[in-house]
């Protein structure tokens, strides 16, 4: 999962392991690292280049800190509505 600066990597989303409770990574430490930009740019108004870059590192950020955390950030009612928005499984 190594990349160079110009090229993107991608997870699928059951790749990553995202829990309540944020955790440090063990044995996938230099591989997520890896995936970090290598530098924070913002273009147009938008932190990095491509949603694609921004989603990586959301799902990097939260492995280390947790969805508990994360809901606390904005307005509970987003998130509610967030989820209520996913596919329901058949």
């Known amino acids: 999962m190594v990349s160079s600066s110009s090229e993107v990597v991608t997870m699928r ?5 995202i829990r ?3 955790r ?3 044995h996938e430490a230099m591989d997520r690292y890896a995936l970090t930009p290598e ?14 870059e921004r989603r990586t590192l ?9 969805a508990d955390q994360a809901v606390r950030l904005g307005d ?3 998130w509610r ?9 058949s």
């Open 39 to 52: 530098r924070i740019e913002m273009i147009d108004g938008k932190l990095l280049w491509s949603d694609d």
């Open 20 to 22: 309540r409770q944020g």
């Open 58 to 66: 959301l799902a990097l950020l939260l492995e280390n800190v947790g």
């Open 13 to 17: 989303n059951e790749d990553w392991d």
């Open 81 to 89: 509505e967030a989820v209520a928005a996913l596919p329901q499984p």
């Open 76 to 78: 509970p009612a987003v």
């Open 24 to 26: 440090a990574w063990k």
